[in-house]
């Protein structure tokens, strides 16, 4: 135990750089910064999984039947979108002049 009594009486203190010394009022600066990005990043994730739910795979083709419509094809395979948005999607990346369908159309 005298061992370490005597070494420990040799260090008088410890030097740090400067920039290691903590300022109080830049580590609470720091620390806003650093709470607001992470912030940002997690709503960033939270509204693009929250767009992506309910709809179907880009580019998926679907064959009109006897009885659909754009409206009924919409609410089936977009159920959480507003069918209006949806309905003016397909009719541009259709090239579609008019909202009518036909039997054995391809969409």
Known sequence: ?????????????????????????????NLAI????????????????????????????ITIEEGDTLWGITLKHFPHNDPRKIIAKIRDLNALQSPTIYPGQRL
């Open 1 to 29: 135990m005298e061992r370490k009594i005597e070494h420990l009486e040799q260090v008088r203190y410890l030097r740090f750089k400067k920039r290691w010394r903590w300022n109080p009022r830049k580590g609470i600066s």
């Open 34 to 61: 650093f709470m607001m990005l992470i912030l940002f990043i997690v709503m960033a994730f939270y509204f693009t999984a929250g767009q992506s739910q309910g709809q179907s795979a880009p580019g998926r083709e």
